[in-house]
């Protein structure tokens, strides 16, 4: 902890003042020191203290009452409790009232150093994660998009450049790495923001009602087209449609997309009369489209008038900066939302957090964060509410070839078997389910494989 830690000590017994003040001195800290409630409240009142150890016992009031006071006025502040063996049942009710910790009289060096660490561990931790999320909810900008990093302020820069301007949009990049929050920040952020904003995933609509969906139909223009139905593009009239994985769109649909971009209007499946829209078309894919293109499945000039401005998202690995504040962010949602009083996450949590690479990106991440809140026995995310998946990260490693001696297949299919089970959860935020869905089988073979593996964790979400 750094030497610049401030300790104010409070007790009635000069000798044990003195004794702790030279102690703490020793280890690099600033110390003040009180004799009863009245100087320690002084002190409180006029300096701000990372720790106060004080007795229970003392004139003028007691070790409780200057809790109190010091949770009112100064509740960063860690107060440690001090206190003879007969008079324990005090302390851990100190501690129900906001104590830190207690140490019995007399005590030996090495516990009173322990426990005042330990103390200014957490002070520093829970400072850390106030910082974190004073800064989220201080930004001007769409409060769902997060990051600090260069690769983000650069995201940050194109945004505020593009939000008034009608441009189409390309937001490229691997998926959940946050495109479709990126595609509401450019329109929250521009002239359209009392407008709708409507998204629509290409690759979730089957081909033979994604037409009518973007589009819209006339009744009877096909089975089951009982009424007129108004597509996507009219109930985006005056906004934004966002197309997400429009890579995913089929030929057919390409050359009227291409159609509505050059004329501004679109067509009802089964209609006969144009009908004018004014929408601003944001479109976001994981593939390369130029490689789509040379490969013959997307159209180059469709490709250029969607590609007016292109934002690249950066994958999660590349702006490691960022976790931090996309977990304090994730924290702060899902302890609302799952209604748990989890306020941070451990030193050890987030360094392993930070280590991950999230082939899943900031959704994974996310996932990830919703269930260690779920989890979580206390109001400190700690290692034991971490996925697998995080908690032991599978190498790659090469496939290895037959020697001389021969192989054991039954060992190297379990191992690759295992690899891929462990690999899956990670997408899919530890939540079985998911991860079997992932991997093309049911739930049932999936925990099957688990416990036949010797992987089957009872701390992994079930769906």
């Known amino acids: 902890m750094t030497a610049k830690a401030r300790i104010l000590v409070v007790d009635d017994e000069r000798s044990m003042q003195e004794f702790l003040e030279i102690f703490f001195r020793s280890e690099g800290y600033e110390v003040a020191t009180a004799e009863d409630l009245q100087s320690a409240l002084l002190h409180v009142e006029g300096n701000d203290f990372d720790v106060v150890v004080t ?20 509740p960063e502040t860690v107060v440690i409790m001090m206190t003879a063996f007969a008079s324990t049942e005090t302390a851990i009710a100190a501690i129900k009232e906001g104590a830190y910790d207690y140490i019995t009289k007399p005590f030996k060096v090495e516990e009173v150093r322990i426990v005042v660490e ?9 400072s850390e994660n106030r910082r974190l999320r004073t800064e989220l909810r201080s930004r001007d900008r769409d409060r769902s998009i997060i990051g600090s990093s260069p690769a983000m302020q650069r995201i940050f820069e194109i945004l505020t450049q593009v939000a008034d301007t009608k441009a189409n949009v390309l937001l490229s990049g691997e998926s959940g790495t946050g495109k479709e929050v990126v595609a509401r920040a450019i329109h929250n952020s521009g002239d359209r923001r009392n407008l709708p904003f409507v998204p629509v995933n290409c690759a979730a609509i089957p081909e033979n009602l994604l037409e009518s969906e973007l589009f819209g139909h006339v009744k009877g223009s096909f089975t089951g087209a009982v009424q007129n139905k108004a597509g996507l593009f009219e109930s985006a009239d005056g906004g934004t449609l966002f197309l997400d994985e429009v890579g ?15 004329d501004k209007s679109i067509r009802r499946v089964g209609g006969n009369s144009d009908r004018r829209v004014d929408v601003r078309i944001i479109t976001a894919t994981n593939r390369r489209l130029d490689e789509e293109i040379a490969a013959g499945r997307f159209r180059e000039d469709l490709y250029y008038r969607l590609n007016v401005i292109e934002i690249p998202m950066p994958p999660l690995r590349e702006r490691r900066d960022d976790i931090p504040l996309l977990v304090a962010h994730f924290i702060d949602k899902y302890s609302r939302d799952l209604d748990k009083p989890v306020e941070g996450v451990s030193e050890e949590a987030l360094a392993r957090l930070a280590e991950h690479r999230f082939p899943g990106n900031v959704r994974e991440l996310e996932n990830v964060i919703e269930r260690a809140v779920a989890l979580s026995r206390g109001p400190t995310i ?7 998946a995080v908690l032991n990260p599978v190498e790659a490693s090469p496939a ?24 899956a959860l990670g997408p899919a935020g530890g939540v079985k389910k998911r991860a079997a869905q992932l991997l093309g089988i049911s739930f049932r073979s999936f925990r099957y494989r688990l416990e036949k593996l010797g992987l089957d964790d009872s701390n992994t979400g079930d769906s």
């Open 248 to 262: 995913d769109l089929p030929p057919s649909l390409q050359v009227k997309l291409l159609r509505v971009i050059q």
């Open 55 to 74: 007795d229970i016992r003392m004139p003028g009031g007691s070790g409780i009452d200057l809790l109190h006071a010091i949770v009112e006025t100064s």
């Open 400 to 423: 290895p070839r037959i020697s001389a001696g021969g192989v054991n297949l039954e060992e190297l299919m379990a191992e690759y078997e295992r690899g891929l089970l462990l690999e």
């Open 382 to 388: 700690e290692l034991e509410s971490l996925p697998p």
């Open 118 to 126: 330990k103390a200014l561990e957490k002070k520093l931790l829970s």
